[in-house]
């Protein structure tokens, strides 16, 4: 018998009844990150898969289908149901993980958007990529960057990015002292397919090239004395 489709939380609760939800989502993100790197990461892949039996496996290609199901949302897609998720039951609020309500992303997002092709658009404190997802429903055709100190916060907004198609990239760092850890590049292929490609320093733009251009446009006004 057929059981009925289960939503993605009651997959990811079941699979952290035995294995704790911290690891279970932590190894479902890196999953997911080598799953979509076409077969580039895939030593990543088995040492992650083989820690579980066969039907927990199962269970996390299960996990990946009620999560595409569900960011698709009303038909429009940009749901970020792993940010809900990780907001809900992995973070609990500590370290001072709260996430900006989507009425709020999508308010500064309808405010800020460039609808240029090619526009860079970046987060550097990007959570699960909720404020990056709310410019991809104005304008799919930017490039989209984000980074965060937080490794799970930038594996969540590499696969957000690729599962709605939109394309940049990625980096897990500390924006405030440019220290690089890692990061993922997301574009199509020759078939239009995304893939997440992991990239050193060297190549990020995010590590590279932001902190100059940041120079450039960032400027904080000279404080002057109001004197009633």
């Known amino acids: 018998m057929k059981r009925n489709r289960q939503s993605f939380k009651e997959i990811m609760d079941r699979l952290s009844a035995r294995h704790g939800v911290h690891q279970i989502f932590s190894d479902f993100l890196t999953l997911l990150i080598c799953a979509f790197s076409h077969g580039k990461m895939e030593g990543l892949y088995l040492e992650t898969i083989n820690r579980y039996e066969k039907p927990e496996a199962y269970d996390f290609s299960e996990a990946l289908a009620a999560l595409v199901i569900e960011m698709t949302g009303d038909g429009t897609g940009m749901v970020d149901v792993l940010g809900i998720y990780f907001e809900e039951n992995v973070s609990h609020g500590r370290n001072g ?12 997002a309808r405010m ?38 937080d490794a799970n916060c930038a594996k969540m907004t590499a696969i957000n990015l690729c599962l709605n198609g939109l394309f940049g990239e990625v980096a897990w760092m500390n924006s405030i002292t ?7 590049e997301i574009k199509p292929t020759v078939k239009g397919i995304p893939r997440i490609r992991e990239i050193t320093s060297r190549e990020s733009y995010i590590h590279l090239k932001l902190p100059a251009e940041m120079e450039k446009v960032v400027r904080v006004p000279e404080q002057t004395s109001i004197v009633f």
Do not use: E, H
């Open 178 to 184: 440019n220290q690089f850890y890692c990061a993922w």
């Open 97 to 108: 993980q709260f996430f900006t309500p989507q009425q709020i992303c999508d308010l500064l």
């Open 112 to 149: 800020n958007t460039p609808d240029r092709y090619g526009s860079r658009i970046l987060d550097p404190a990007c959570g699960s990529g909720r404020m990056l997802l709310a410019m991809g429903k104005l304008n799919r055709f930017a490039l989209f960057y984000g980074a965060d100190v």
